[in-house]
Protein backbone atom coordinates (compact mmCIF):
# COMPACT_ATOMS: atom_id res chain seq x y z
CA UNK A 1 0.00 0.00 0.00
CA UNK A 2 1.57 3.27 -0.81
CA UNK A 3 1.16 6.51 1.10
CA UNK A 4 0.77 9.48 -0.67
CA UNK A 5 1.63 12.56 1.71
CA UNK A 6 1.14 16.13 0.87
CA UNK A 7 4.47 17.64 0.05
CA UNK A 8 5.93 20.82 -0.31
CA UNK A 9 5.26 22.62 -3.65
CA UNK A 10 6.01 26.22 -3.05
CA UNK A 11 8.95 27.80 -0.84
CA UNK A 12 8.49 27.06 2.84
CA UNK A 13 4.57 25.81 2.51
CA UNK A 14 3.36 24.49 5.60
CA UNK A 15 -0.33 23.68 4.53
CA UNK A 16 -2.29 23.63 1.77
CA UNK A 17 -6.54 23.54 1.05
CA UNK A 18 -7.88 20.73 -1.02
CA UNK A 19 -9.70 22.00 -3.85
CA UNK A 20 -11.16 19.16 -5.25
CA UNK A 21 -10.72 15.61 -5.54
CA UNK A 22 -10.13 14.40 -9.46
CA UNK A 23 -10.69 10.49 -8.63
CA UNK A 24 -12.86 8.71 -5.78
CA UNK A 25 -12.16 5.73 -3.93
CA UNK A 26 -11.94 2.52 -6.10
CA UNK A 27 -10.95 4.63 -9.24
CA UNK A 28 -8.07 2.66 -10.98
CA UNK A 29 -5.38 5.08 -12.03
CA UNK A 30 -2.64 5.50 -13.99
CA UNK A 31 1.13 6.96 -12.89
CA UNK A 32 1.04 10.78 -13.20
CA UNK A 33 -2.82 10.71 -13.66
CA UNK A 34 -4.36 13.99 -11.97
CA UNK A 35 -5.72 13.39 -8.39
CA UNK A 36 -6.33 16.41 -6.34
CA UNK A 37 -6.01 19.82 -6.75
CA UNK A 38 -4.69 21.64 -3.83
CA UNK A 39 -4.57 25.52 -3.46
CA UNK A 40 -1.01 26.89 -1.63
CA UNK A 41 0.11 30.08 -0.76
CA UNK A 42 -1.97 31.96 -3.77
CA UNK A 43 -1.23 29.43 -6.37
CA UNK A 44 -3.22 26.46 -7.27
CA UNK A 45 -1.05 22.62 -7.86
CA UNK A 46 -2.53 19.77 -9.10
CA UNK A 47 -0.76 16.39 -7.68
CA UNK A 48 -0.33 13.47 -9.57
CA UNK A 49 -0.24 9.44 -8.84
CA UNK A 50 2.82 8.36 -7.98
CA UNK A 51 2.22 5.01 -9.24
CA UNK A 52 -0.52 3.00 -11.28
CA UNK A 53 -3.08 1.14 -9.03
CA UNK A 54 -6.11 1.21 -7.49
CA UNK A 55 -7.17 4.42 -5.27
CA UNK A 56 -8.26 2.41 -2.00
CA UNK A 57 -8.69 5.36 0.94
CA UNK A 58 -9.11 9.07 0.85
CA UNK A 59 -8.72 11.06 4.15
CA UNK A 60 -9.55 14.48 3.61
CA UNK A 61 -12.71 16.56 1.83
CA UNK A 62 -12.65 19.25 -0.19
CA UNK A 63 -12.15 21.92 1.45
CA UNK A 64 -10.06 20.73 4.28
CA UNK A 65 -6.76 22.39 5.46
CA UNK A 66 -4.09 19.90 4.99
CA UNK A 67 -0.26 20.26 6.71
CA UNK A 68 2.49 18.97 4.71
CA UNK A 69 3.82 15.95 5.05
CA UNK A 70 0.18 14.08 6.05
CA UNK A 71 -1.16 11.47 3.90
CA UNK A 72 -4.12 12.30 1.78
CA UNK A 73 -4.89 8.94 -0.27
CA UNK A 74 -3.61 5.57 -0.02
CA UNK A 75 -2.97 3.72 -3.41
CA UNK A 76 -2.33 -0.31 -3.76
CA UNK A 77 0.12 -0.37 -6.45
CA UNK A 78 -0.84 -2.69 -9.79
CA UNK A 79 1.67 -5.47 -8.70
CA UNK A 80 0.19 -5.64 -5.20
CA UNK A 81 -3.65 -5.42 -5.99
CA UNK A 82 -5.88 -8.11 -4.06
CA UNK A 83 -8.18 -10.36 -6.69
CA UNK A 84 -11.52 -9.24 -6.52
CA UNK A 85 -13.73 -11.00 -3.72
CA UNK A 86 -16.66 -12.99 -4.75
CA UNK A 87 -17.81 -13.67 -1.78
CA UNK A 88 -18.65 -10.29 -1.19
CA UNK A 89 -20.26 -9.54 -4.42
CA UNK A 90 -22.60 -12.61 -4.44
CA UNK A 91 -23.76 -11.46 -1.02
CA UNK A 92 -24.38 -8.37 -2.40
CA UNK A 93 -26.49 -10.14 -5.30
CA UNK A 94 -28.37 -11.01 -2.86
CA UNK A 95 -29.99 -8.38 -0.36
CA UNK A 96 -30.63 -6.07 -3.74
CA UNK A 97 -32.57 -9.27 -5.03
CA UNK A 98 -34.34 -9.12 -1.98
CA UNK A 99 -35.50 -5.57 -2.59
CA UNK A 100 -36.76 -6.25 -5.72
CA UNK A 101 -33.91 -5.22 -7.70
CA UNK A 102 -32.95 -6.26 -10.95
CA UNK A 103 -29.24 -7.08 -11.38
CA UNK A 104 -26.92 -8.39 -14.04
CA UNK A 105 -24.22 -10.44 -12.19
CA UNK A 106 -21.70 -10.85 -14.97
CA UNK A 107 -20.24 -7.36 -15.44
CA UNK A 108 -19.76 -7.26 -11.31
CA UNK A 109 -18.40 -10.49 -10.74
CA UNK A 110 -15.75 -9.74 -13.52
CA UNK A 111 -14.49 -5.99 -13.03
CA UNK A 112 -12.76 -5.30 -9.63
CA UNK A 113 -12.69 -1.97 -10.09
CA UNK A 114 -13.38 0.59 -12.46
CA UNK A 115 -11.27 2.90 -15.06
CA UNK A 116 -11.25 6.79 -13.64
CA UNK A 117 -12.68 8.76 -16.93
CA UNK A 118 -11.52 12.22 -16.83
CA UNK A 119 -11.52 15.21 -19.06
CA UNK A 120 -8.22 16.30 -20.09
CA UNK A 121 -7.78 20.17 -19.05
CA UNK A 122 -5.14 21.83 -17.36
CA UNK A 123 -5.69 23.40 -13.23
CA UNK A 124 -6.74 27.09 -14.61
CA UNK A 125 -9.60 25.60 -17.12
CA UNK A 126 -10.63 23.82 -14.32
CA UNK A 127 -10.80 26.17 -12.16
CA UNK A 128 -12.49 28.60 -15.04
CA UNK A 129 -15.02 25.69 -15.39
CA UNK A 130 -16.06 25.97 -11.75
CA UNK A 131 -16.11 29.53 -11.83
CA UNK A 132 -18.86 29.64 -14.63
CA UNK A 133 -20.42 26.48 -12.89
CA UNK A 134 -19.70 24.56 -15.69
CA UNK A 135 -19.26 20.90 -15.80
CA UNK A 136 -15.81 20.18 -16.96
CA UNK A 137 -16.45 16.51 -17.58
CA UNK A 138 -19.17 17.63 -20.10
CA UNK A 139 -17.01 19.51 -22.10
CA UNK A 140 -15.82 18.37 -25.28
CA UNK A 141 -12.36 19.03 -25.70
CA UNK A 142 -11.23 20.76 -29.54
CA UNK A 143 -7.17 20.71 -28.37
CA UNK A 144 -4.46 18.29 -28.43
CA UNK A 145 -5.76 14.78 -27.71
CA UNK A 146 -8.94 16.29 -26.88
CA UNK A 147 -7.70 18.55 -24.53
CA UNK A 148 -10.17 20.96 -22.98
CA UNK A 149 -9.35 24.72 -23.95
CA UNK A 150 -10.61 27.99 -22.07
CA UNK A 151 -12.64 29.00 -25.82
CA UNK A 152 -14.49 25.15 -25.35
CA UNK A 153 -15.70 26.04 -21.76
CA UNK A 154 -16.54 29.61 -22.74
CA UNK A 155 -18.17 27.99 -25.96
CA UNK A 156 -20.08 25.74 -23.73
CA UNK A 157 -20.92 27.99 -21.44
CA UNK A 158 -22.86 30.55 -24.09
CA UNK A 159 -24.71 27.77 -25.55
CA UNK A 160 -26.57 25.94 -22.46
CA UNK A 161 -27.08 29.85 -21.13
CA UNK A 162 -29.54 29.53 -24.36
CA UNK A 163 -31.04 26.24 -22.88
CA UNK A 164 -31.18 27.40 -19.49
CA UNK A 165 -32.84 30.85 -20.75
CA UNK A 166 -35.95 29.56 -22.22
CA UNK A 167 -36.46 26.97 -19.32
CA UNK A 168 -36.38 29.90 -17.13
CA UNK A 169 -38.70 31.95 -19.68
CA UNK A 170 -41.56 28.53 -18.64
CA UNK A 171 -40.51 28.98 -15.77
CA UNK A 172 -41.37 32.49 -15.42
CA UNK A 173 -45.23 32.12 -17.22
CA UNK A 174 -46.08 28.95 -14.32
CA UNK A 175 -45.15 31.58 -11.44
CA UNK A 176 -47.34 34.55 -13.02
CA UNK A 177 -50.16 31.82 -12.77
CA UNK A 178 -49.17 31.30 -8.71
CA UNK A 179 -48.82 34.89 -7.56
CA UNK A 180 -50.15 34.32 -4.42
CA UNK A 181 -47.49 31.71 -3.82
CA UNK A 182 -44.78 33.73 -5.32
CA UNK A 183 -45.41 36.78 -3.05
CA UNK A 184 -45.13 34.57 0.04
CA UNK A 185 -41.61 33.12 -1.26
CA UNK A 186 -40.44 36.46 -2.04
CA UNK A 187 -41.66 37.66 1.17
CA UNK A 188 -40.06 35.24 2.97
CA UNK A 189 -36.54 35.72 0.66
CA UNK A 190 -36.13 39.34 2.26
CA UNK A 191 -36.19 37.91 5.66
CA UNK A 192 -34.20 34.97 4.83
CA UNK A 193 -31.15 37.85 3.35
CA UNK A 194 -30.32 39.80 5.92
CA UNK A 195 -27.31 37.65 6.29
CA UNK A 196 -24.97 35.75 4.24
CA UNK A 197 -21.85 34.06 5.61
CA UNK A 198 -18.89 32.96 3.13
CA UNK A 199 -15.91 30.65 4.23
CA UNK A 200 -12.94 32.48 4.55
CA UNK A 201 -10.78 30.03 2.96
CA UNK A 202 -8.33 29.69 -0.22
CA UNK A 203 -6.75 32.86 -1.44
CA UNK A 204 -8.98 35.18 1.04
CA UNK A 205 -7.53 33.21 4.09
CA UNK A 206 -3.78 33.22 3.05
CA UNK A 207 -3.44 37.20 2.71
CA UNK A 208 -5.82 37.69 6.13
CA UNK A 209 -2.92 35.56 7.54
CA UNK A 210 -0.14 37.50 5.82
CA UNK A 211 -2.06 40.73 7.03
CA UNK A 212 -1.80 39.69 10.30
CA UNK A 213 1.80 38.20 10.70
CA UNK A 214 2.68 42.08 9.38
CA UNK A 215 0.74 44.01 11.33
CA UNK A 216 1.84 41.76 14.60
CA UNK A 217 5.49 41.55 13.77
CA UNK A 218 6.28 45.16 12.45
CA UNK A 219 5.77 48.37 13.83
CA UNK A 220 4.60 50.24 10.84
CA UNK A 221 5.19 54.14 10.57
CA UNK A 222 3.91 56.15 7.42
CA UNK A 223 5.21 58.78 6.11
CA UNK A 224 2.86 60.45 3.05
CA UNK A 225 4.62 63.01 0.35
CA UNK A 226 3.82 64.79 -2.41
CA UNK A 227 5.41 65.09 -6.20
CA UNK A 228 4.76 66.87 -9.55
CA UNK A 229 4.64 64.60 -12.06
CA UNK A 230 3.98 67.21 -15.03
CA UNK A 231 7.89 67.27 -16.00
CA UNK A 232 7.71 63.16 -15.70
CA UNK A 233 4.82 62.79 -18.15
CA UNK A 234 6.09 64.81 -20.88
CA UNK A 235 9.05 62.83 -20.44
CA UNK A 236 6.71 59.64 -21.08
CA UNK A 237 4.99 61.09 -24.06
CA UNK A 238 8.27 61.93 -26.10
CA UNK A 239 9.02 58.08 -25.19
CA UNK A 240 5.57 56.99 -27.17
CA UNK A 241 6.76 56.51 -30.40
CA UNK A 242 9.12 54.34 -29.37
CA UNK A 243 7.20 52.73 -26.99
CA UNK A 244 4.76 52.35 -30.16
CA UNK A 245 7.19 50.68 -32.36
CA UNK A 246 8.42 48.27 -30.12
CA UNK A 247 4.29 47.12 -29.53
CA UNK A 248 4.19 48.06 -25.21
CA UNK A 249 2.35 49.98 -23.32
CA UNK A 250 4.41 52.78 -21.64
CA UNK A 251 3.11 53.71 -17.99
CA UNK A 252 4.27 55.87 -15.06
CA UNK A 253 4.94 52.15 -13.26
CA UNK A 254 8.68 51.25 -14.69
CA UNK A 255 9.65 54.57 -13.91
CA UNK A 256 9.31 54.65 -10.39
CA UNK A 257 10.27 50.80 -10.08
CA UNK A 258 13.53 52.64 -11.60
CA UNK A 259 13.43 55.44 -9.57
CA UNK A 260 12.96 53.58 -6.33
CA UNK A 261 16.31 50.94 -7.06
CA UNK A 262 18.44 53.71 -7.31
CA UNK A 263 17.32 55.03 -4.10
CA UNK A 264 17.34 51.60 -2.52
CA UNK A 265 20.82 51.15 -3.42
CA UNK A 266 21.35 54.37 -1.57
CA UNK A 267 19.46 53.24 1.13
CA UNK A 268 19.96 49.61 2.30
CA UNK A 269 18.03 49.29 4.77
CA UNK A 270 14.54 49.96 2.90
CA UNK A 271 15.92 46.73 0.80
CA UNK A 272 16.35 44.46 3.85
CA UNK A 273 14.54 42.10 6.22
CA UNK A 274 15.78 40.97 9.64
CA UNK A 275 15.92 37.50 10.16
CA UNK A 276 14.26 36.72 13.25
CA UNK A 277 15.91 34.13 14.87
CA UNK A 278 19.32 34.98 14.47
CA UNK A 279 18.28 38.43 15.34
CA UNK A 280 20.46 39.54 11.67
CA UNK A 281 19.88 41.93 9.54
CA UNK A 282 20.10 41.06 5.98
CA UNK A 283 20.70 43.61 3.48
CA UNK A 284 20.07 42.58 0.38
CA UNK A 285 22.00 43.16 -2.48
CA UNK A 286 19.47 42.02 -5.44
CA UNK A 287 16.79 44.19 -6.19
CA UNK A 288 13.24 41.96 -6.66
CA UNK A 289 10.34 44.48 -6.48
CA UNK A 290 6.59 43.20 -6.05
CA UNK A 291 3.70 44.85 -8.05
CA UNK A 292 0.49 44.66 -6.13
CA UNK A 293 -2.03 43.62 -8.47
CA UNK A 294 -5.85 43.07 -7.16
CA UNK A 295 -7.49 40.33 -9.01
CA UNK A 296 -11.06 38.67 -8.63
CA UNK A 297 -9.39 36.00 -6.28
CA UNK A 298 -7.44 38.90 -3.86
CA UNK A 299 -4.51 40.54 -3.81
CA UNK A 300 -1.70 38.59 -5.34
CA UNK A 301 1.78 40.26 -5.42
CA UNK A 302 3.91 39.02 -8.78
CA UNK A 303 7.57 39.89 -8.62
CA UNK A 304 10.06 41.39 -11.22
CA UNK A 305 13.38 39.75 -10.45
CA UNK A 306 16.98 41.90 -10.81
CA UNK A 307 14.60 44.59 -11.57
CA UNK A 308 18.11 47.32 -11.75
CA UNK A 309 18.87 44.85 -15.22
CA UNK A 310 16.32 46.36 -17.45
CA UNK A 311 15.20 49.31 -18.87
CA UNK A 312 11.82 51.15 -19.06
CA UNK A 313 10.65 48.89 -21.71
CA UNK A 314 11.74 45.41 -20.26
CA UNK A 315 9.97 46.44 -17.27
CA UNK A 316 6.67 47.89 -19.30
CA UNK A 317 6.67 44.52 -20.91
CA UNK A 318 6.97 42.42 -17.98
CA UNK A 319 4.88 44.12 -15.51
CA UNK A 320 2.02 44.07 -18.23
CA UNK A 321 2.69 40.16 -18.67
CA UNK A 322 2.67 39.35 -15.16
CA UNK A 323 -0.66 41.56 -14.45
CA UNK A 324 -2.31 39.38 -16.81
CA UNK A 325 -1.11 35.85 -15.94
CA UNK A 326 -1.87 37.27 -12.21
CA UNK A 327 -5.59 38.57 -12.98
CA UNK A 328 -5.71 34.86 -15.23
CA UNK A 329 -4.81 32.90 -12.32
CA UNK A 330 -1.41 31.46 -14.33
CA UNK A 331 1.14 32.65 -11.75
CA UNK A 332 3.74 30.13 -10.44
CA UNK A 333 5.42 30.38 -7.09
CA UNK A 334 8.66 31.57 -8.46
CA UNK A 335 6.54 34.66 -10.24
CA UNK A 336 5.23 35.32 -6.29
CA UNK A 337 8.06 34.70 -4.31
CA UNK A 338 11.19 36.71 -3.54
CA UNK A 339 10.23 40.29 -3.42
CA UNK A 340 12.40 42.95 -1.45
CA UNK A 341 10.64 45.23 -1.75
CA UNK A 342 6.56 46.50 -3.17
CA UNK A 343 4.86 48.77 -4.84
CA UNK A 344 0.83 49.29 -4.67
CA UNK A 345 -0.34 51.25 -6.98
CA UNK A 346 -3.85 52.20 -6.31
CA UNK A 347 -3.51 55.16 -8.59
CA UNK A 348 -6.40 54.17 -11.14
CA UNK A 349 -9.04 53.98 -8.80
CA UNK A 350 -8.52 56.69 -6.12
CA UNK A 351 -7.59 57.83 -3.18
CA UNK A 352 -5.12 60.53 -1.68
CA UNK A 353 -2.75 58.67 0.70
CA UNK A 354 -3.42 55.55 2.95
CA UNK A 355 -1.20 53.02 5.46
CA UNK A 356 -0.11 50.56 3.03
CA UNK A 357 0.93 46.91 4.95
CA UNK A 358 4.30 45.67 4.23
CA UNK A 359 4.86 42.75 2.61
CA UNK A 360 6.34 40.74 5.29
CA UNK A 361 9.38 39.96 5.87
CA UNK A 362 10.26 43.23 3.71
CA UNK A 363 11.58 46.63 5.51
CA UNK A 364 8.94 48.59 3.16
CA UNK A 365 6.38 49.25 0.70
CA UNK A 366 5.36 52.47 -1.41
CA UNK A 367 1.94 53.14 -2.32
CA UNK A 368 1.23 55.34 -5.19
CA UNK A 369 -2.26 57.46 -5.02
CA UNK A 370 -4.12 59.38 -7.60
CA UNK A 371 -2.99 62.01 -9.89
CA UNK A 372 -4.65 65.31 -9.99
CA UNK A 373 -4.25 68.75 -11.36
CA UNK A 374 -4.14 70.84 -7.93
CA UNK A 375 -3.56 74.46 -7.00
CA UNK A 376 0.69 74.83 -5.88
CA UNK A 377 2.78 77.97 -4.66
CA UNK A 378 5.86 78.42 -6.70
CA UNK A 379 7.77 80.93 -5.93
CA UNK A 380 5.28 82.75 -3.77
CA UNK A 381 2.98 82.58 -6.67
CA UNK A 382 -0.05 80.28 -7.15
CA UNK A 383 0.05 77.96 -10.41
CA UNK A 384 -1.57 74.27 -11.65
CA UNK A 385 0.72 71.59 -11.38
CA UNK A 386 0.28 67.48 -12.08
CA UNK A 387 0.25 66.12 -8.86
CA UNK A 388 0.34 62.96 -6.94
CA UNK A 389 0.97 61.54 -3.19
CA UNK A 390 2.68 58.85 -2.25
CA UNK A 391 2.91 56.70 0.89
CA UNK A 392 5.79 54.79 2.05
CA UNK A 393 5.49 52.52 4.92
CA UNK A 394 8.40 51.17 6.27
CA UNK A 395 9.76 48.45 9.23
CA UNK A 396 10.28 51.00 12.15
CA UNK A 397 12.69 48.64 14.22
CA UNK A 398 15.39 49.43 11.07
CA UNK A 399 14.40 52.53 9.13
CA UNK A 400 14.41 55.53 11.41
CA UNK A 401 11.73 58.62 10.07
CA UNK A 402 14.58 60.70 8.79
CA UNK A 403 16.12 57.99 6.57
CA UNK A 404 12.39 57.42 5.23
CA UNK A 405 12.00 60.99 4.53
CA UNK A 406 15.38 61.24 2.42
CA UNK A 407 14.52 57.76 0.58
CA UNK A 408 10.89 59.63 -0.74
CA UNK A 409 12.90 62.95 -1.69
CA UNK A 410 15.62 60.97 -3.63
CA UNK A 411 12.51 59.05 -5.71
CA UNK A 412 11.22 63.08 -5.61
CA UNK A 413 14.21 64.04 -7.00
CA UNK A 414 14.88 61.85 -9.90
CA UNK A 415 11.12 61.97 -11.20
CA UNK A 416 10.36 65.27 -10.80
CA UNK A 417 13.33 65.67 -13.22
CA UNK A 418 13.54 63.02 -15.23
CA UNK A 419 16.67 63.57 -17.05
CA UNK A 420 18.69 62.42 -13.48
CA UNK A 421 16.69 59.59 -13.72
CA UNK A 422 18.38 58.68 -17.10
CA UNK A 423 22.17 60.04 -16.27
CA UNK A 424 21.90 57.16 -12.91
CA UNK A 425 20.46 54.16 -14.86
CA UNK A 426 22.96 51.90 -14.94
Given at each position: ??????????????????????????????????????????????????????VRRIFFSEGDIVEVGTTIFTIQEEDGMPAPDTGIIEEEIQVMR??????????????????????????????????????????????????????????????????????????????????????????????????????????????????????????????????????????????????????????????????????????????????????????????????????????????????????????????????????????????????????????????????????????????????EHRMVVRDLEGVIRLMMNMSLSFDHRLIDGVTAVHFTNRIKEL????????????
Amino acid sequence: MLEFKLPDVGEGMHEGEIIQWLIKEGDAVKQDQPIVEVQTDKVNAELTAPAAGVVRRIFFSEGDIVEVGTTIFTIQEEDGMPAPDTGIIEEEIQVMRSVDVKVNAEPIATKPYHEAVRALATPFVRQMAREMKVDIEKVKGSGPAGRITESDVKHFKENNSITRGNAKHNDEKILQNLSPIKDAIQAKGVEDEREERIPLKGIRKKIAEHMVKSVSTIPHVTHVDELEMDRLKEFKNQLKEYSDDKDIKLTFLPFFVKAIVIALKEFKTLNASIDEKTNEIILKNYYHIGIATNTKEGLIVPVIKHADQKNIFQLADEIRKLAAQAREGKLSINQITGSTFTISNVGPIGGMHATPIINYPEAAILALHKMEHRMVVRDLEGVIRLMMNMSLSFDHRLIDGVTAVHFTNRIKELLEYPIRLVVEMR
